[in-house]
């Protein structure tokens, strides 16, 4: 096979993803419902109960607003990974997925155009969000959001990895409830997406130990770094290393025998 047959095979699923993304164009409003409510309601209340002090990559105090878009903007790409595993779950069940897989091409190489193409459609949405802020009035570094373009990007691969894992374990749409309230939620909030790791720290040691172990955390602060053009190399590698494993992993449970249900 030649680099073209490769070529219009990513096309495809590209095209495929975003045609899915254009016509559900609630997921799209639902994607910034979520971190604009933290941004500006959950924000102002507890902008006067947590203090923030000067850490990196901030050089001066900041406000929470500030501190939570990082985290906000992960949010979304975490969110969105996940709603690309309840697609690969429906796609399983109505058999397009099984013809994808059934193709002469790679089975990585398949994958990985649709976790590219989730990683795409996951950007745009985070720099609508960014847009919306800088109409708030909240003040972000303009140069920062192009540095912070790969950091997001590896990100959005990373969280989509974890999502086609994921994908390729639920065996039913009714059991993404589940992954819901037992992988997300705890991933978001226990990082340093809303509060900074100290804060953690001393409120409760174990707590602290558990934020520092989650990949999720090193995701945030690979995008709070990039975008005050800073790289947090322990970061870089937790975050490349999870987007590796997990795409391996889902290498591994996407076997076309499995896909079609046959022993």
Not at 57 to 74: D, H, N, R, S, V
Request: aromatic letters at 16%.
């Amino acid at each position: 096979m030649n680099l073209s047959v490769y070529a219009y095979s990513f096309l495809g699923v590209l095209k495929r993803e975003f045609l899915r993304f254009i016509h559900q164009r609630s997921r799209f409003f639902s994607s910034l419902v979520r971190p604009l409510l933290w941004l500006i309601v959950f924000a102002a209340g507890f902008r006067a109960a947590l203090g923030l002090s000067i850490t990196p990559p901030y050089q001066t105090y900041i406000t929470y607003e500030t501190y939570i878009i990082p985290g906000l903007a992960c949010m979304i790409l975490l969110f969105n990974g996940m709603q690309s595993a309840l697609s690969m779950v429906y796609d399983r069940e109505m058999g397009s997925m099984r013809v994808l897989l059934m193709s002469p091409l790679p089975r990585s190489w398949l994958l990985f155009c649709k976790l590219f193409a989730i990683a795409l459609i996951s950007l745009i949405q985070v720099y609508a969000f960014y847009g919306i802020t800088l109409a708030l009035d909240i003040r972000l570094p303009l140069i920062g959001l192009l540095y912070a373009l790969p950091a997001l990007l590896l990100t959005a691969l990373e969280l989509g990895a974890i999502g086609l894992f994921l994908s390729s374990k639920i065996r039913q749409l009714e059991n993404f409830a589940g992954v819901m309230n037992f992988v997300i939620f705890p991933m978001f909030f226990m990082s340093s997406a809303l509060y900074p790791l100290w804060r953690m720290r001393e409120s409760s040691e174990w707590l602290y130990w558990v934020c520092s172990l989650n990949p999720f955390t090193y995701a945030v602060e690979l995008v709070r770094f990039a975008m005050y053009s800073q790289l947090n190399l322990e970061a870089l590698w937790v975050t490349l290393a999870t987007t590796l494993f997990f795409g391996g992993m889902a290498i591994i449970g996407f076997r076309p025998e499995k896909v079609t249900g046959t022993k």
